[in-house]
């Protein structure tokens, strides 16, 4: 052996170089690789060795490349031999016929073969500057995420993904993973999530993922693309050979190709709704580490509960506003995060201390959090029997032991809101059926801002109702609901709160985003359609310029 050259060592023994080239004559076990700048690896089968002699090459299935290789041009075979990655040297064809309907070929035997001695395992891991985009695809009723490759192997890869992204990855069914690479070249790919790192200061996780059977020619793109990640890694590092040529998979594409995004950060309709989806992206993250079996992080959570209180003190309307503004998040994040801050919102006018609405939000955040531990069926169902009713109901049970680390937070507040905010004055809530005097004030509090924040959104059985519909249900129900903090919130937030979409005597569409003194829309962000606010929202209203477009005529419900 010779010393090594781009990281291959080179094979010089016979009997090394025949041992290794009997793997290649497997079916699948061989690709032929121009050698052009955009050459790629392509099925060969090879078909026959005469050591000291020849090679005899299949390329019925690459025909079109005959001419070429018959007019002398060079290649390289590609291929694994016991757990190590092996090329030859640039080879070229001597002859070229067809024979019983196969192209066969001849080339020169290998004098000898470049060996790169690693396992498959082996992850060419990219270099600053080295930008691989990813997309990751679940089912269909998911949005797909956008990442970037952090490294490769022929088994599995890494992805630094969006936090918001977290909770996927305890997926149980493989997700589709499309590489991206500068110059337009592209792979599809099943894999299975294996391990993970949250960073909820970078609001980011990175992921580990297993390839799930890739076919023959997945292992050929997969082969060429780890080559070329490890190539273009040494030609930028700092003892680069200058000699090397940059790898055309980071060429930049084409102008007028659509960029493909790496990272991927979401459009949202206002600054604080960017600001609030990094809680949203931290409690992404906590859905998966409740299903990895793993306590809710105690500082992270009271880092983010001031994170809340603090957007709170800076523009509480803002912030308000904000909640209707999640739109891919996951529906527990959405839930979690619009109680925390109606909840907030309502206290504070009460006048409760920080410390206790500190615990309030961070409770209240996390209250639902638990149903991320049932089965997605259970959670997805539009009809629910005694048995599948209870077994929903056990949610409450499974996250209060992820609570235990969190001492820092009240017993009272976290009974009051994690336990029973879906209990009912009448007995008829859950999980134990507590009613009347046993129910205290803060629960009180938070079933009625649970319930209305519920009963406004999209649920498997429903629609989200109207807030009018809501108010007139919590109203007639006052077995179930404390009359008094149904009131208040009426009075608090109005009849048409911030965040409602209303529909004015003119036709024209706004979202609610302030109320003046008598609870009336004093801001209003124009839209062209009934769906959650994104960043392609109209003008801005208040004063002479909302009043010209008439009275609001009707609340329109939005699906979120």
């Not at 694994?80 to 016929?97: V, W, Y």
């Not at 985009?133 to 192997?153: F, H, T, Y």
Request: charged share 25%; net charge neutral.
């Amino acid at each position: 052996m010779t010393r090594p050259q781009e990281g291959y060592t080179r094979v010089e023994s016979p009997s090394e170089i025949e041992s290794l080239l009997e793997a290649l004559s497997e079916p699948g076990g061989a690709s032929l690789q121009l050698e052009s700048p955009d050459g790629k690896p392509l099925p060969v089968l090879v078909a026959e060795q005469q050591p000291g002699g020849h090679l005899l090459l299949d390329i019925s299935a690459i025909r079109e490349v005959a001419g070429e290789l018959g007019r002398g041009a060079a290649f390289r075979l590609l291929g694994q031999a016991r757990g190590k990655m092996l090329r030859t040297p640039p080879l070229a064809m001597s002859e070229c016929h067809e024979a019983g309907g196969r192209m066969l070929c001849t080339s020169p035997y290998p004098l000898a073969l470049e060996v790169l001695q690693r396992r498959e395992s082996f992850r060419a891991k990219l270099r600053l500057g080295m930008e691989v985009g990813a997309i990751v695809r679940g089912d269909e009723k998911e949005a797909s995420v956008q990442g970037d490759l952090k490294d490769l192997s022929l088994e599995g890869c890494q992805l630094e993904l969006p936090l918001g992204a977290a909770s996927r990855l305890a997926s149980p069914l493989p997700l589709e993973i499309e590489l991206c690479f500068p110059n337009g070249s592209r792979l599809a790919i099943r894999a299975s999530p294996r391990h993970h790192v949250v960073d909820t200061e970078r609001q980011a996780v990175r992921a580990g993922f297993q390839f799930v059977a890739p076919n023959g020619e997945q292992e050929r793109q997969l082969w060429f693309f780890v080559r070329e990640i490890e190539r273009e890694a040494a030609r930028q590092s700092n003892e680069a050979d200058v000699s090397l040529l940059p790898s055309l998979l980071f060429q930049t594409e084409p102008a007028g190709s659509p960029p493909v995004g790496r990272r991927n950060v979401q459009a949202y309709a206002t600054p604080m709704a960017r600001r609030l989806a990094r809680v949203a992206g931290y409690l992404d993250a906590q859905l998966l580490e409740l299903q990895q079996e793993r306590s809710l992080d105690a500082v992270q959570l009271s880092r983010h509960a001031d994170r809340l209180l603090a957007l709170h003190e800076e523009d509480r309307e803002g912030v308000l506003f904000a909640t209707r503004c999640m739109r891919r998040e996951p529906a527990l994040v959405r839930h979690g995060l619009a109680v925390a801050v109606h909840l907030l919102d309502l206290a504070a006018v009460g006048g409760m201390p920080r410390d206790v609405c500190k615990a309030l939000v961070a409770c209240a955040m996390v209250h639902d959090l638990g149903k991320a531990l049932l089965s997605k069926r259970l959670l997805e169902a539009t009809r629910l029997d005694a048995d599948q009713r209870a077994a929903l109901h056990v949610h409450v049970a499974l996250l209060r032991p992820r609570l235990e680390q969190c001492h820092w937070l009240a017993k009272g507040v976290v009974e009051a809101v994690v336990e029973r905010i879906n209990e009912r004055l009448d007995g008829s809530g859950y999980p134990h059926g507590l009613a009347g005097e046993r129910l205290h004030e803060l629960t009180r509090l938070a079933m009625v801002v649970d319930a209305v924040e519920a009963m406004r959104r999209d649920r498997p059985d429903r629609p989200a109702w109207r807030v009018a519909d809501v108010y007139r249900h919590l109203l007639s129900h006052p077995g179930q609901f404390d009359q008094r903090w149904v009131k208040r919130y009426i009075q608090h937030f109005g009849l048409l709160p911030i965040g409602s979409l209303v529909r004015f005597e003119g036709g024209e569409l706004g979202w609610v985003q302030g109320l003046d003194e008598r609870g009336r829309p004093a801001r209003v962000q124009l839209t062209g359609e009934a769906v959650p606010p994104g960043e392609s929202l109209g003008a801005v209203l208040s004063g002479d310029r909302l009043a010209a477009l008439g009275p609001p005529v009707a609340e329109v419900p939005v699906s979120t």
